[in-house]
């Protein structure tokens, strides 16, 4: 049977999970696109396949056919995607592990998106997300994320609280500062087994609030001609760094 009338109760849904406030009502989320929906089935965290008309995966899970109409309209992409799937949103990880990101206030999805995938590349156990960071399944967000948002342990939580959790268990809190503090070349081995690394909002940096709690800033050496990097190419760079 293909879903071909935009009141079906399931399309409804659908189109309203384009909303922060529904996906947060329902605890679901939308992805798009065969390699993120891949993604997501490897991890277990889909609800039900979305394929339009003519499609087929050979994934063991609920499905459902749509039209392409419907499609164009569940799709917040300019281009849909034939594939889609409705996801479950992640549950609260019961460790954090060695190596953590701290967001404090990214603002752009593509931004998180990038970082997200980075995290996972130089192998970032846990992302702390600050209460007004950027929704997490914001459709750029996952589409930037090409699916490693699956693979990586991501919370919620006040950035202060949790600064102050992670001091009491022995973290190192390293902060980000363009132009002074610590060199992080210089870092020894022993400075990078376990640390958290804390990123300030693309414009304003690291809130006063925050920075009180960091034990150093670092910093990465560039042209003194660049006033600074875009915050994804930054945290790409300093994770890098903090991984060799």
């Not at 891949?38 to 609920?62: H, N, Y």
């Amino acid at each position: 049977m293909v879903i071909s009338s935009l009141d079906n109760n399931k399309v409804k849904k659908y189109k309203k999970l384009k909303k922060k406030k529904y996906r947060d009502l329902y605890n679901e989320f939308i992805v798009e696109g065969l390699h993120s929906v891949l993604e997501a089935f490897r991890c277990g965290m889909i609800i039900e396949l979305i394929l339009e008309e003519g499609e087929d995966l050979p994934f063991e899970c609920p499905y459902v056919y749509v039209t392409k109409e419907i499609i164009s309209k569940i799709s917040s992409m300019e281009t849909p995607s034939k594939v889609m799937a409705l996801c479950k949103r992640f549950e609260e990880p019961e460790e954090i592990g060695d190596k953590v990101l701290v967001l404090d206030g990214i603002q752009d999805p593509g931004n998180l998106g990038t970082i997200i995938r980075s995290a996972k590349a130089f192998n970032i156990d846990t992302i702390v997300l600050s209460d007004d960071t950027v929704d997490l399944y914001n459709p750029k967000v996952i589409r930037s994320t090409q699916g490693m948002m699956f693979h990586i342990s991501i919370i919620r939580k006040d950035v202060v609280t949790m600064l102050k959790v992670l001091k009491n268990m022995k973290y190192p809190i390293y902060g980000t500062n363009v132009r002074s503090g610590t060199d992080v070349k210089t870092l020894t081995k022993r400075d990078k087994n376990k640390y958290a690394l804390v990123i300030g909002n693309e414009g304003n940096g690291l809130r006063q609030s925050v920075n009180m709690e960091c034990d150093k800033n670092l910093y990465i050496k560039m042209n003194d001609k660049v006033e600074s990097l875009n915050v994804g190419v930054a945290v790409s760079i300093l994770l890098y760094e903090l991984g060799n």
